[in-house]
RNA sequence: GGGCGCAUAGCUCAGCUGGCUAGAGCGCUUCGUUUACACCGAAGAUGUCCUGGGUUCGAAUCCUAGUGCGCCCACCA
């Protein structure tokens, strides 16, 4: 069979059509793989991206990594599936619409309202989604869109509903005031994680609240100080001890203030004058003292960022304003001892940069700490929770002790491991999760409030339904606020929706449940269907920016909800850098399109240059040279698909899916050339390696082992000598090699290998054959495939690259032909019987006379023993101009062009080496505790060394 | 302030549990119109493995101190 097919390989040509095959095939979906009953699930649920803008290169590099161990996993045979979606990034993308809507009509979201300002979204979301999915396709990412979804769909409504419902009433969402970071330009919470930091320069301010107060106290914002209501110190300050728990009532700038004097060891003496004014209302570590010491709370600046009532000429000023003003006015009357310029650390939002008020205000709350008792309603009485790996009971623990236990226990890995103490350390510091947000864009929260007046209030029962009361303490004493959880609005009067929409990150939090059809799925403990055959999920592949944002949170919920963790494995990813070591996001601006990358190179070569040279865990610096490389390689397993195909010696192998290596092809030993022997050891132990590699996630060395073995060996060595050494079992060999090889590239480069299977006259996809399996799980001894052969052609390679090196370096012309006279040592047979291999293989040698070994001619008795022993007689046979070679115990002499010069430089070098080399062997021998203390067999290979040195110099030296 | 990571060829990086003369890709030099491939082939050059100390028969690898870069966390008023 010869096929034409073009010199180099076009992906752009090719790759969509494959795609679209293999989508219809519909194999991409588990439940079409042909495979027994019990076959083990291989479940990754893919990261969702998140809907504000396309794609990136970080995101290709996840596709890549998890694509690759997904095709892996489906060739061996798992019920692989691999579940697509997008993240609606409630926060983000209400942004970048609400940039979006100013810009191009010039209106804030207020001005449309909730509605109109909710179909603007859908509407960019659309969009956004469907770049995205198609940008999905074209990496080759084998997802199964049959089970696609999206953090805001349907079923994921009733799922983070559900979800909140029963955290609710298990008493871990509740709804508090706590200080939140309140932006005042998005008018909403974040998240801690959520702040970003900026250094700047801030003036410090030292002062006294008023001239008989005795504490001096630095600020930079001296307009929260309206709102002190003590001054801590160090409980080990000298100066200040005597003060605690005094009480004084000043006059700060026109307002009374009641200062209590407490004690908090998170006071630094050395800072500042060591006196700290303590602000409950507008900062965390305040409110952590008030909370500690009983304080009194004063908001001072309000949800619009200005100072609220109450402040007489302060109320209504922006923060500036206050804070100059009141800086004058400490001036003025001589309290303000001290102005200094010193470096801050400014907390800004991170979608709009805008400074951060630290706020208290309701909000709902996960919390952490919080001890669990059994699911409501639900038998908990599971006899093999403690057996089964997956599960973990988490009665009596909090959430935050769960989900680190799920970890230290080991149910939880995490590659590379050091992220398992990231993870941990920033467990146990976690604090109560703020789940609310005041946006549009997201899950409404399903809680409903109404507002009576005391006297009418029955207590009202809706069945089923979960209604607590609130007293709201401060402002309406005669009001009692009622709040309704539920899955539908309440019936009776009066019930407002709560405004607010949750974090973003509780809906994907459920992630690895919520797309396996909980809580449908999940009925008294019992999971069912697509939960019960691909929860937990095998491994979680993301990167390791949100380790805390994303992982923790999986963790959590999963242990709540089924009390199962979520994941067996965490993958980590580093980061795609630019070529100069700078991360791409999208809010920089600066990320590569990978579609550009792919049109240019080929979605293959993209792949490639995600995967080799890049380590889990570490950063990835990528730039266009380097995928232009992967472009080369997948060039070239093109083109040697392309000769091995059109080797009229070629057969199509039998096809069928769980044919396994070579076993269909027996191979007559007798008829093996060395360099078949070699060819077939090498494959055997690259399909054992290559396993080996990628079921312990390393893809860079699996990678590298197959470029290596496709080009060096295969193509430069093996099938060199095929063009010309014809054998009986040439054709098998090369299909076989072939074969295993593209099945073993497959999962690293789907497109090329799926399109070259098919040009082999295969009828079923690549994509789901068997993985190859070698013929001998342990290895073979000297007999086989392996050993003899494998160490005879490594030989041969050797003698061959001595000879065309030495003519490169003797500047001998290409065209012409030289004689080798080889002294073969221990070697001489076989290298007499290759004889065709040397002078085939470009190194120019015409004719090839090979000697005797000495030994032979020592025991003969011939008069030219004496000579032999020390081959003196060599150089005398053998003209003066010739080259010498000396390449493993060989001698090669090349008669035909000679420079005396270079070769003596050439000899002089290499002894100069030898008797450096042999100096530092015998130093290390002569160690007595290096013999006596290391392993024998590193000392016996050291003796070996050194004495095959040793004959080497000798040899030189003559 | 605490924690983590990195430092190896001109560049980007491998180097697992200490043990052949420390490797790969790209780049570089020389040569080559060989019927799979110039997105190619052949040959070659290049290293104080960041610095100092220690453990060991033996350290790029383990320990320790330091320097430089990067990242994460934290309530410096």
Redesign the pocket.
């Given at each position: 069979m010869i096929k034409e097919l073009p010199?180099?390989?076009?992906p752009s040509k090719y790759e969509d059509g494959i795609y679209k095959k293999w989508e219809k095939s519909g194999f991409f979906n588990p439940d079409n793989l042909d495979l027994p009953k019990n076959a083990p699930s291989y479940t990754i649920i893919l990261p969702p991206p998140n809907i504000t803008d396309k794609l990136h290169l970080g995101h290709s590099s996840m596709l890549a990594i998890e694509d690759l161990l997904i095709r892996y996993h489906r060739m061996k045979g798992f019920r692989t599936l691999w579940l697509p979606g997008t993240d609606h990034a409630a926060i983000a993308t209400q942004n970048v619409v609400e940039k979006k809507l100013l810009k191009e009509e010039g209106k804030t979201r207020q001005d449309l309202g909730r509605e109109k300002f909710l179909e603007k979204v859908l509407e960019f979301v659309k969009i956004t989604q469907s770049v995205i999915l198609r940008q999905t396709r074209k990496m080759g990412a084998s997802l199964d869109w049959s089970r696609e979804a999206f953090t805001l769909d349907k079923p994921r409504e009733e799922a983070v509903k559900k979800m909140f419902i029963d955290m609710y009433e298990a008493g871990v969402i509740y709804r508090g005031e706590r200080i939140v970071n309140w932006c005042p330009r998005c008018h909403s919470t974040l998240a801690?994680?959520e702040?970003e930091?900026k250094d700047q320069q801030?003036k410090?301010y030292t002062f006294k609240y008023s001239k008989d107060f005795p504490f001096t106290?630095?600020?930079?914002?001296p307009e929260?100080k309206l709102g002190d209501t003590a001054v801590a110190v160090?409980p080990k300050d000298k100066r200040y001890k005597k003060y605690i728990g005094k009480v004084y009532e000043v006059d700060f700038v026109g307002i009374k203030l009641k200062l209590k004097i407490i004690a908090?060891r998170?006071?630094?003496?050395?800072?500042?004058?060591?006196?700290?004014?303590v602000?409950p209302a507008h900062?965390?570590?305040?409110w952590?003292m008030a909370e500690a010491n009983g304080l009194e709370i004063i908001k001072v600046i309000g949800e619009d960022g200005k100072i609220n009532n109450n402040f007489k000429k302060y109320s209504g000023k922006t923060v500036e304003e206050a804070r100059e003003m009141i800086v004058k006015e400490l001036r003025k009357n001589n309290l303000l001892e001290k102005e200094e310029e010193?470096?801050?650390?400014?907390s800004i939002c991170y979608r709009c940069n805008t400074p951060i008020e630290p706020l208290p205000s309701k909000q709902w709350f996960v919390s952490v700490d919080k001890k669990l008792k059994r699911l409501g309603g639900e038998t908990q009485k599971h006899k093999n929770t403690k057996t089964q790996k997956h599960k973990l009971d988490i009665e009596g623990k909090t959430l935050k002790e769960a989900a680190i236990e799920a970890v230290k226990s080991g149910k939880i890995k995490f590659i590379p491991d050091?992220?398992e103490?990231?993870y941990i350390?920033?467990m146990e510091?976690l604090?109560d999760w703020c789940i609310s947000r005041q946006i549009w864009f997201g899950h409404r929260i399903p809680v409903w409030h109404r507002t009576r007046k005391h006297e009418n209030t029955k207590t009202q029962k809706h069945e089923n339904t979960k209604t607590r009361k609130h007293k709201n303490t401060k402002t309406q004493k005669h009001e009692i606020e009622e709040i309704y959880v539920g899955i539908e609005p309440p019936k009776g009067e009066g019930w407002v929706q709560d405004p607010d929409s949750l974090d973003t990150w509780f809906s994907s939090g459920m992630w690895t449940f919520s797309t396996l059809g909980w809580p449908d799925n999940f009925k008294n403990g019992k999971k069912k269907g697509d939960l019960s055959r691909f929860h937990p999920t095998q491994v979680l592949e993301t990167g390791?920016?949100i380790l805390?944002?994303w992982v923790s949170r999986m963790i959590m919920m999963s242990l709540f909800a089924l009390r199962e963790i979520p994941f067996e494995n965490v993958y980590l990813h580093g980061m795609v850098?630019d070529?100069h070591?700078k991360?791409m996001s999208k809010s920089k601006g600066n990320g590569i399109d990978p579609v550009d990358m792919i049109d240019k190179f080929g979605a293959d070569a993209a792949r490639l240059s995600l995967l080799i040279?890049?380590?889990p865990?570490?950063?990835?610096?990528l730039?266009e040279?380097?995928i232009?490389?992967?472009?080369?390689?997948?060039?070239?397993i093109?083109?040697?698909s392309?000769?091995v195909i059109?080797d009229f010696r070629f057969q199509t192998p039998p096809s069928s899916a769980d044919r396994g290596w070579v076993s269909d092809f027996r191979f007559n030993q007798k008829n093996l050339t060395v360099s078949d022997k070699w060819i077939l050891g090498k494959m055997e132990n690259l399909i054992k390696e290559t396993g080996d590699d990628l079921d312990n996630y390393?893809f860079?060395?699996a990678g590298?082992r197959l470029?290596?073995f496709t080009?060096?060996d295969f193509?430069?060595?093996y099938?060199?000598v095929s063009?010309f050494e014809k054998n009986k079992e040439k054709g098998k060999i090369l299909s076989v090699i072939l074969n295993d090889l593209l099945k073993l590239w497959h999962p690293f480069i789907p497109f090329v290998t799926e399109k070259i299977w098919e040009e082999m006259g295969n009828d079923k996809f690549l994509m789901i054959e068997k993985w190859p399996v070698t013929p001998h799980p342990q290895p073979l001894p000297h007999s086989c495939c392996r050993g003899r052969g494998e160490i005879d052609f490594e030989l041969i390679k050797d003698v061959?690259?001595?000879i065309?090196?030495a003519?490169?370096?003797n500047?001998i012309?290409?065209a012409r032909k030289i004689k080798a006279v080889i002294y073969g040592g221990k070697s001489a047979d076989l290298i007499k019987s290759q004889e065709y291999l040397i002078k085939n293989m470009?190194t120019g040698i015409k004719e090839l006379e090979i000697k005797e070994k000495a030994d032979k001619i020592k025991n003969r008795r011939s008069p030219l023993r004496e000579a032999a022993a020390g081959q003196r007689m060599w150089h005398c046979l053998v003209p003066k101009d010739a080259i010498h070679i000396a390449v493993a115990g060989i001698e090669i002499y090349l008669i035909g062009a000679v420079d005396e010069e270079k070769e003596k430089i050439r000899i002089k070098k290499e002894r100069e080496?030898?008797e450096k080399?042999i100096i530092?062997?015998e130093k290390?021998l002569s160690?007595?505790?290096?013999v006596?203390?290391?392993?024998e067999k590193?000392v016996k290979?050291?003796k070996e060394?050194l004495k095959l040195?040793k004959e080497e110099l000798k040899k030189l030296t003559k």
């Open positions: 010199k180099a390989y076009e801690d994680d702040v930091y801030a410090l106290i630095a600020t930079t914002r929260t160090n908090d998170h006071v630094e003496m050395d800072f500042g004058t060591g006196a700290l004014g602000t900062s965390m570590a305040d952590q010193i470096e801050n650390n400014l050091r992220f103490k990231r350390d920033w510091n604090h390791y920016d805390t944002l850098l070529e070591g991360k040279g890049n380590t865990g570490n950063d990835l610096r730039s040279e380097k232009a490389g992967f472009r080369n390689l997948v060039n070239k093109w083109n040697v392309r000769y059109s390393r860079s060395q590298e470029r290596e080009w060096n193509a430069d060595w099938l060199e063009k061959i690259t001595a065309r090196n003519r490169a370096e500047k012309e290409p470009r080496n030898l080399l530092m062997a290390k160690n007595k505790e290096f006596e203390k290391a392993p590193i290979q050291e060394k040195r």
